[in-house]
């Protein structure tokens, strides 16, 4: 049983920045690929070593998905925001799997 906790989320002006970070209560490191989501449609993910990531079109140089296996934790860097990336944002393995939804982190892009 993965649980993850979420936190980084707030409210930003169009242009700016916010780092997402996603705990993971035990070992992620070598046993799944990780993944950000907004209202659980997937936003990029990334393979169990950072090498291989992939991104949803409308965030394709803006965002940045990456890992720390020493410390469990995934990070979503969120750059030149738009209001349309407002939204409830959640990790979850990539495929998701349904028990390991956490509570999200909101990130609201208005000015």
């Known amino acids: 049983q993965v649980q993850v906790v979420e936190s980084g989320g707030g409210l930003v002006r169009p242009g700016g920045s916010l780092r997402l970070s996603c705990a993971a209560s035990?070992?992620?490191?070598?046993?799944?690929?990780m993944g950000w989501y907004r209202q659980r449609e997937l936003v990029a993910y990334l393979s169990t070593s950072s090498?291989?990531?992939r991104y949803h079109d409308s965030v394709k140089g803006r965002f940045t998905i990456s890992r720390d296996n020493a410390k469990n934790t995934v990070y979503l860097q969120m750059d030149s925001l738009k209001p349309e990336d407002t939204a409830v944002y959640y990790c979850?393995?990539?495929?998701?799997?349904?028990?390991?939804w956490g509570q999200g982190t909101q990130v609201t892009v208005s000015s």
């Open positions: 035990r070992s992620i490191s070598s046993l799944y690929y």
């Open positions: 979850n393995t990539y495929p998701p799997v349904e028990n390991y």
């Open positions: 090498d291989y990531t």
